[in-house]
């Protein structure tokens, strides 16, 4: 484990590496969903009955375009972040800090959001796999 933190490690250091890990791990978590989404429509679409699922597919195309967005709000708050390099002062840390916060809020909602609709569409799947 190369990411713990160092005892010469100043708060600078960790607040920055705490962001880091987390914007690594919302990448995976988008780039994951898109593969799902495109996963999950393909299924559902070559399933007998399909017609059972179009709500389930409507909600699918509409979470992707949501994750698209996301993403690239994603890269842009990526590349926003680098300014928390360059802070010499509290306030410069703290902008950075909050606008980390409320990114954070964002796509922990959306990414709650987007487990729900897994949780339908397999509770959808293994209902109607049961029935025949």
Known sequence: MN???????????????????????????????????????QLLKNKKNNDIYSKIIEKLETKEKENNILLANLIFYIRKTDGLKECEDIECETYYLNDHILFKNNIESFLFQYKKLKRLAYLKINEQNNLT
């Open 3 to 41: 990411n713990l933190v160092k005892k010469h490690y100043d708060k600078d250091d960790i607040e920055r590496q705490f962001i880091n890990k987390d914007i690594l791990l919302w990448k995976e978590e988008v780039d994951c969903i898109n593969a799902e989404i495109v996963f999950f429509k």
